[in-house]
């Protein structure tokens, strides 16, 4: 059925408009928006769709076809943030709160979500969740914010209300990517510029290796990574590591005492320099040079951040031995995604050769697909 005729089924009416916003993946520049830096994401085909209709009592009502339970019923006054009780619905009524905290006229709402974003892989589900809600709300009660105001608000949900402390580089990816591009974002202040990423159109590919695991190490490593880069940042008397000229960075370096703040920098400065670096490549129509790049930003994070695990590096090193271009774990890591560059005519070889050294290894088959640059969110209906 479709998200309207479910929508129809549960609350009996019909729903005032259909949105839809993607998940994403990222090519390069990683754990860089913890420093202010460059991110280089671009939206997935697979989108959170969500059918909304406006209510005027206060009260959320919010279901997913996705998870078993029904529909949550929640009243907008008394959303408690950090709370835990909503389960996964904390999501979109966490990005209702942030609406209604930044002082904007939500009256409350029906919402039922569809999904073919895979969850827990790394490929920003719960951006997609945050996303798709707050470009229904700014719709329907006609708030009139801007795309970048709309990823703040709905990182704010996330950060605030559902407490985890991410960047804000996945909702931007799935509130403002364009189709075939990819977006180049300083997370400092949210400006962008869409670069033009058509691989098809080079004979390439890119694809994701979803290893299906996610390790639980990642949830503190995660803090203490951004406290590592924090203390980095305070010891260079710089205000965040993207202020540390990359040609500055052994002089930097020099100055660090603490082995493992050391590491952290060198990973940052460099992956945001791999970014530019990136960026020049595909302005200048050298696609297939990307690769190495992704190999060399793999390396950093398994070795300097330490961000990396088994499943991840096997899936880049079975890639590049069976002749990817380049690879390398993305995401927040320990588990979640890899993405590999390789010729469309080798990626079926390509997906095997990996396909292969997982099973060999004893781990669970991974998920393999393209990543076609897709388009950012959008009104799909009504
Ligand atoms: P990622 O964003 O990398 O997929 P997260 O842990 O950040 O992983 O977000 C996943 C969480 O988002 C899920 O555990 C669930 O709470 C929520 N979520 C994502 N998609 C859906 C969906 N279709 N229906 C309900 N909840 C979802
Ligand atoms: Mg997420």
């Known amino acids: 059925m479709s998200v309207t005729g479910e929508f129809e089924e549960l609350y009996g009416v019909e729903p005032e408009g259909v949105w839809a916003a993607p998940g994403r993946v990222n090519l390069i520049g990683e754990y860089t928006d913890l420093n202010d830096g460059f991110v280089m994401p671009m939206a997935l085909p697979h989108t959170a769709v969500a059918a909304v209709a406006r209510r005027t009592d206060g009260a959320l009502r919010i279901h997913s076809a996705d998870v078993e339970g029904g529909v949550v019923l929640l009243d907008l006054d008394s959303l408690e943030p950090l709370s835990g009780d909503t389960g996964w619905a904390a999501y979109p009524a966490g990005v209702a709160w942030a609406l209604r905290e930044a002082g904007h006229p939500v009256t409350g709402a029906d919402i039922h979500i569809s999904s073919t ?114 203390a980095g940042a305070r010891a260079l008397g710089v205000r965040a590591l993207r202020d540390v000229p990359y040609a500055h960075l052994s002089e930097a370096l020099a100055r660090l005492d603490d082995e493992t703040v050391r590491r952290y920098v060198r990973h940052v400065v460099s992956d945001n320099e791999r970014v530019v670096r990136t960026i020049a490549l595909l302005d200048a129509g050298d696609v297939r040079a990307v690769g190495p790049v992704l190999t060399e930003g793999h390396v950093s994070l398994r070795d300097d951040l330490r961000v990396s695990c088994a499943e991840l590096d096997l899936a880049v090193e079975a890639a590049n031995a069976a002749g990817a271009l380049g690879a390398r774990m993305t995401g927040g890591g320990f588990g979640g995604s890899a993405v590999v560059l390789v010729e469309s005519l080798a990626a079926d070889a390509v997906a095997a050769a990996v396909e292969k050294a997982f099973a060999e290894a004893g781990y669970a088959a991974p998920g393999i697909f393209p990543a076609v640059p897709s388009e950012g969110a959008r009104r799909l209906s009504g």
């Open 117 to 230: 974003v895979p969850t827990g892989a790394g490929l920003s589900s719960s951006a997609a969740l945050e996303v798709v809600t707050a470009l229904a709300l700014n719709d329907l009660f006609g708030l009139g914010l801007s795309r970048p105001e709309l990823a703040v608000l709905a990182q704010r949900a996330e950060n605030a209300f559902v407490g985890v402390p991410c960047g804000v580089m996945d909702q931007m990816a799935s509130a403002c990517s364009v189709a075939g591009h990819a977006l180049h974002l300083d997370t400092r202040d949210l400006s962008c510029r869409q670069v033009p990423f058509d691989l098809a159109a080079r004979g390439l590919r890119l694809l994701v290796v979803d290893t299906r695991v996610k390790h639980a190490l990642g949830d503190g490593a995660y803090a203490e990574r951004r406290a590592g880069c924090e």
